[in-house]
């Protein structure tokens, strides 16, 4: 059984930074892509930022240039560090595994930015 736990959520001034982590215990084989989503109040979940498997980076039209994803596998750990962070940016934001056919998903994490 995999589980994804996120960590490194908070608030922050627009135009500042916060940096998301998610540990993942667990083995899968066959994974496709890890990534990380958002989901802010009255809206639908969305993709920020993703790594499939083969080295293809995916990163949502609206943090292009702000925000970094990375893959550690050695830890099993996932990075995402956001920059010039914006009000729009405020959501819940989870972490995200795809693979043998089925998405797991992290409890998801608080970011709050204030203008």
């Known amino acids: ?3 994804l736990t996120e960590s490194g959520g908070g608030v922050v001034q ?16 066959d994974i496709w892509a890890v990534g990380w989503y958002r989901q802010a109040p009255g809206k639908q979940r969305e993709l920020v930022a993703r790594a499939i498997s083969g080295g293809r980076l995916d990163y949502a039209d609206s943090v292009k240039g702000r925000f970094t994803i990375s893959v550690d596998d050695s830890k099993s750990t996932m990075h995402l ?3 010039s962070l914006k009000p729009d940016d405020t959501a819940v934001y989870y972490c995200n ?4 056919g089925r998405d797991y998903w992290g409890q998801g994490t608080q970011v709050t930015v204030s203008s």
Do not use: E
């Open 81 to 83: 560090v956001m920059n």
């Open 97 to 100: 595994l795809n693979g043998s």
């Open 14 to 29: 627009a135009g500042g930074s916060l940096s998301l982590s998610c540990a993942a215990t667990g083995t899968i084989a």
């Open 1 to 3: 059984q995999v589980q």
